[in-house]
C-alpha cells in the first residue's frame, strides 16, 4: 500500500474511533437521563446518537476496503467504496430524521386530543446541554480532519455529529419550555423537532445527491476543469486541449484531455511534455490522480 494512503487510512480510522467512543458514552448518558428524567425527547435524542455508533462502524470498514491500491479486478482502485459508504450514511441520516419526524408529529396529535404531555426532570435538561456541546465539537473536529485528508465519508460523518448536535438543540428547547413555561408550552417539543427533522432531511438528500453524482460519473465543477486546462497549457508547446473528461473516484480524481503539439515534435519530446503535464497535475491535486492524455499533431 503507498504511503500516503496508508497515513490517509490511519488518519481516517483515528478520527472515526473518537468519534466512536463519545458517540458510545454520549449515547449510554442520554438514554438513562431520558429513562430517569421521564424525557420521551431525550431518549429518542440517544436513539438518534446510537445511529451514529452505525456510520461509525461504516466509515471504519469501508475505510479499509477504499485504502487497497488498484488490483487486476480494479484498474482505478477502491475509492468509489468511500462513495458508497457516503450514501449509506446519507440514508442513515435521512431515516433518523424521518424517525424524529414520525415521533414528533404523534406528540403533537396526543396535544390536540387533549393528552398533557408529562413534564421531563432536569438531568434531562443536563443531558441534553451538554450533548449539543460535545457534539458540535465533535463534528468541528471530524470535518476539519475529513476536509483535510481529502474524505467524502468522513465529512458524511461529520453532519451526521451536526445533526445530533441540532437534535439534541431541539430537544433543549422542548425540556426547556416543558420545564420552566408550563404544561401549556410542553407541545414546543415535538414541534422542535419537526425543525430539527427537516434541517437532517436538507442535509441528507444534499449528500445523496453528491454521492449519486460521483457514482454516475459526474464531471468535476466547471471552475475545476478550467483550472485544469490552465494547468495543461501552462507550456506554451502545448495547444488546443480539448475532449477534457473528469470525475471523482473516492478522495481522487480522474482526468482524461487530448492536447495538439508541433507536428515536427519527436516521440520522447512530446512524451517529456505529458510527463510534465501529469507532474503538474499531481502536484495541484494530489499523486492519486489518475491522468490519460493523448497527443496530437498540429499540421
Known amino acids: 500500500m503507498q504511503p500516503r494512503a496508508e497515513r490517509r487510512k490511519c488518519e481516517i480510522y483515528r478520527v472515526t474511533f473518537v468519534g466512536l467512543a463519545v458517540n458510545l458514552l454520549l449515547s449510554a448518558a442520554k438514554l438513562a437521563a431520558g429513562i430517569v428524567g ?15 455508533l452505525a456510520t461509525d462502524v461504516v466509515v471504519i470498514a469501508f475505510a479499509r476496503i477504499s485504502a487497497k491500491p ?3 479486478g480494479h ?8 462513495t458508497l459508504a457516503t450514501l449509506l450514511i446519507s440514508l442513515a ?15 403533537i396529535r396526543a396535544v390536540a386530543e387533549g393528552v398533557v404531555l408529562p413534564r421531563p426532570g432536569a438531568v434531562a435538561l443536563v443531558a441534553a446541554g451538554v450533548s449539543v456541546v ?12 475529513g476536509r483535510r485528508i481529502g474524505s467524502p465519508s468522513v465529512v458524511a460523518n461529520a453532519w451526521h455529529h451536526r445533526s445530533d448536535a441540532l437534535s439534541s438543540l431541539g430537544t433543549l428547547a422542548g425540556i426547556g419550555c416543558a420545564y420552566f413555561l408550563g404544561e401549556g408550552w410542553r407541545i414546543a417539543d ?17 449528500l445523496i445527491r453528491s454521492g449519486l453524482g460521483e457514482l454516475m460519473e459526474r464531471s468535476l465543477p466547471p471552475e475545476t476543469e478550467e483550472e485544469i486546462l490552465r494547468i495543461v497549457t501552462a507550456d506554451p508547446a502545448v495547444r488546443e486541449p480539448h475532449n477534457l473528461r473528469t470525475r471523482r473516484i473516492g478522495a481522487s480524481i480522474a482526468v482524461e484531455v487530448h492536447v495538439r503539439v508541433d507536428g515536427d515534435m519527436t ?3 512530446s512524451h517529456a511534455l505529458t510527463e510534465e503535464i501529469e507532474r503538474r497535475l499531481r502536484e495541484r491535486f494530489g499523486e492519486g490522480t489518475m491522468i490519460a492524455v493523448h497527443v496530437e499533431p498540429v499540421g
Open 93 to 107: 441520516l435521512a431515516a433518523v430524521g424521518a424517525g424524529i419526524l414520525l415521533s414528533a408529529v404523534r406528540s
Open 267 to 269: 516521440v520522447r519530446q
Open 38 to 52: 421521564r424525557s420521551a425527547a431525550m431518549t429518542a435524542d440517544a436513539v438518534h446518537s446510537f445511529s451514529d
Open 70 to 72: 488498484r488490483d487486476a
Open 75 to 82: 484498474d482505478y482502485g477502491h475509492g468509489k467504496y468511500e
Open 190 to 206: 415535538p414541534i422542535a423537532a419537526l425543525v430539527v427533522a427537516a434541517f437532517i432531511f436538507r442535509i441528507a438528500f444534499g
Open 134 to 145: 460535545v457534539k458540535e465539537i465533535l463534528y468541528r473536529y471530524t470535518v476539519r480532519a
